[in-house]
Every structure is written in C-alpha cells, then in structure tokens.
C-alpha cells in the first residue's frame, strides 16, 4: 500500500511515524517531507500549495490514499481536485474548511446551530472594532477572520491594547488578506482543550484531548505562538462534569451537532475536524474551529494513540462509513516541548547548526518541523519551529522530566523553549498528592 503524505512540518512528520507505527510496509511518499520524515518516507520537491503537482504526483505514483496535513492546501480545494479524479484523499473540500478559513462562517454556523461559542461581532473598520471592544469591556478578544498561521489572536488585557491589535490587522495589515476583517470577541475564563474527531460527515471518534501553549514564554508570558507545547490526557472538570466524561460532552453538543448543520449547508465535513474548546464553569464553548490536525497536539496526541489510524483514514479517505464511534483508546501520558530558532515568533534565523543526541531518555521522541540539510549535509534549522520533542511515559510528571531533559540536550544556536509544558496538570497532581 502507498500514501502520498502532504506537507513537510513536525505534524507531518508526526502522522508519517504513526502511518509506519501502523504499518512498516507501507510506503510514505511525503511532499515535501523534511529531513525527518526521509527517515520514514521518500521525499520529493512538490510544495503543499501546488495543487496541480500533487495531483500528477498521487496519479503517477498510484497511491492508494493522499493525506492533507496543513490548511492551506485545504482552502485552495485540494480535495476538491483528486475527488474530481477519483483519487482517495484524506480532508474536506474547499467549502466544508470554510469551518476554519472563514471565522464569520464559523461563527455563524455556531451560533445558527446553536453550539456554544463567545460572542463576537465582525468589522472591516477600526473605529467600529473598537468601538466593540469599548463596549465589550477588557479583557477581550481579537481574532483576524482568515487563515494567519496560529497566530491571528490577540487576547487583550486592556482596551489600548485591544486597540493596538486592531489597528495592527486593520490599518498595518499585519496579517494580509487574512486580516481585512475581524472579530471583536467576548473573553471566556476557563482552560482550553484541543479535541480531535475523525469523521465521514455523520460518525465521529475522537483522539485524546490535549491542552496546548500558545505564549512564547514560562507561565505563559510574552507574545502569542503557533504553539510552544502541549501535553496530554488533560484531567479538568467543568462544573459538575468529570474530566473522563468531557469528550462524550464535546461530541453530544459541539461536534455532532456542527457535523450536521454543515451537512446541513450543503457542505459535509469529512476529515479532522479540530475543535479547540474553552473548559468553564457553564460548560464546554468552542473558541475555533480548524479543518486538520493541530500543530503541535498531533505530536503527543498521536504517540498515546492505541489503536491504529490508518484503517479509519483509510474508510474517511475513500468515501466510506468511519466503522469507529466514541472515544479512540489511548494509554500513557505524553508531554511535547517545542524547541524554537532565535527569533521565534518574528523573523528569525535560519541555518544554525542542530545537533541531536544518539542517546535520548526512553520513550522520546523528535519530530522535525523547521529543519533542512545544507550542501554538507548537516542537519540546520530552517523555520521558526524547529523540533518538537515529545515523550510519553506512565504518568505526566514523568513524561515532563523526560521531554525537557531532551530539550536541554538538543543543541543549536538561538534556542528557545518553555521548560514548563503542563504546568497546570502538573500543578493539580501536586495539590492531589
């Protein structure tokens, strides 16, 4: 069997060792890969965004599955393209990633839908954004509507700062296309779970939940991130809700229901759907939406994952009855420490030299984002993420010594990492014990 793997991050790089975990045989064609998954898949030089090329290449190669990690060849219609071809692939149409491409949709499938969620209003101007935001009250939110790489969130403090975000997507267009309109969003308390579901646009299983680090800095400090970490299984409670029954919860009154009224739009989900959720005190309420995997919770997610996945991308990817509903078994705990390049969040440097132990604790393992081979062949960073460095142990104390012991290992010049991924988990285990 043979799957065409698009994409070249440290998600990628993660679902390539899964597919192999799955199944050594399979042959992994990664587009274009990184020098981590070449350990795993054979590489070739087509970019996620040139949909044409990958078409020829899934047909030339006569894979049996094409699996889309990033959104962006999501919202350009890649699936669109191979289903038009007959080819299998693993994702939603254009229109369906409308769910994470388009923030005002979102939002108002939500809301018609009647899915918990923030309240928000949309604006292309900054006088009426702010205008919002004075009458929201601080703390706020400021979300730019488009796609902006994890980043089109600004969770303001005061209303100068709210202020500052907006003209900053608005008037210094910060965020491109991404930002000519956006949203003016009520604060929600609580702590935010990543869930995963796995669905043919009417069944659902769902992966372990996962709590990811947005801030650049310890005790979430600093500026916001594509993500500095995360760990997993997460044991909060809300409310009156047991931390075992949230998932059960999650998919009952969000992630059923939004399955069916995009069905319902004449736009059915098939997929990932990433629900990204706000744990308070009234309940689970859905801070956004993506289309794919999530970068970085794919990196612990899928190493605790007990059951095999590809039979069921396999079914979703094919067009046919996801044969699994629930809760997908998963054993461990796994903390992800993500190692960033000088720089990081803002432009930053590339080429410095990485070096990785032969040696690394048990049960960790590196998955490449940001890495690349010079002309000698050495391996050099070459992205704002670099590495994520994930260990999985019995327990989370345990795997978070394990992963930020291989953290101060790994050597490259400018690194930057938070020492303190599942601080909160850990901090409930201690007043536990």
Not at 53 to 65: F, M, N, T
Not at 125 to 139: F, H, I, N, R
Not at 246 to 251: K, P, T, W
Not at 361 to 383: E, Y
């Amino acid at each position: 069997m043979k799957v065409l793997l698009v994409g070249g991050g440290g998600r990628e790089h993660a679902l390539a060792w899964a597919l192999h975990r799955d199944d050594p045989t399979l042959e992994i064609v990664a587009a274009p890969g990184n020098p981590g998954i070449a350990e795993l898949a054979r590489c070739v030089p087509v970019k996620g965004t040139d949909l044409p090329a990958l078409l020829a290449l899934a047909e030339s190669e006569r894979v049996d599955l094409t699996i889309v990690g990033p959104e962006a060849p999501l919202a350009e219609g890649i699936v669109d393209r191979f289903r038009e071809r007959g080819l299998p692939i693993f994702g939603p149409t254009r229109a369906a990633a409308a769910i994470e491409t388009s923030k005002r949709f979102a939002k108002q499938l939500m809301l018609d839908a009647r899915v918990p969620t923030a309240h928000a209003t949309f604006h292309t101007e900054p006088a009426s954004a702010k205008a919002a935001a004075s009458a929201l009250g601080a703390p706020v939110v400021v979300k730019a509507s488009g796609l902006a790489a994890g980043k089109g969130v600004s969770v303001c403090a005061s209303i100068e700062e709210a202020e500052r975000a907006i003209d900053a997507m608005l008037t210094e267009h910060a965020f491109g296309a991404a930002g000519t309109e956006v949203l003016v969003e009520e604060f929600m308390e609580g702590e935010e779970l990543s869930l995963f579901a796995l669905t043919d646009g009417r069944r659902a299983a769902t992966l372990v939940a996962a709590q990811d680090h947005k801030r650049l800095l310890e005790g979430d400090r600093g500026p916001n991130t594509g993500g500095m970490g995360a760990y997993a299984p997460v044991s909060l409670r809300s409310g009156a809700l047991a931390a075992d029954a949230l998932a059960d919860e999650a998919r009952r009154t969000i992630i059923e229901p939004t399955l069916d009224a995009l069905a319902a739009h004449g736009t059915p989900f098939t997929g990932l759907l990433y629900a990204g959720l706000m744990v308070t005190r009234d309940g689970l309420r859905v801070v956004e939406f993506n289309c794919r995997f999530g970068d970085p919770e794919t990196q612990v997610v899928l190493p605790l994952t007990a059951s095999p996945l590809l039979p069921l991308l396999l079914e979703i990817g094919g067009g046919g009855t996801l044969s699994l509903e629930g809760e997908i078994d998963a054993e461990g705990a796994g903390v992800t420490t993500v190692l960033a390049a000088a720089g990081y969040p803002g432009a930053t440097r590339g080429g410095d030299e990485i070096r990785i132990p032969e040696r690394l604790p048990s049960g960790v393992r590196v998955f490449h984002a940001g890495t690349a081979r010079d002309a000698s062949g050495r391996l050099v960073t070459a992205g704002g993420r670099v590495l994520a460095v994930t260990a999985v142990a019995d327990d989370i104390e345990s795997a978070h010594a394990a992963s930020v012991a291989a953290a101060e290992a790994i050597e490259f010049s400018g690194k930057q990492f938070r020492r303190d991924i599942g601080w909160r988990e850990l901090a409930r285990r201690a007043r536990a014990s």
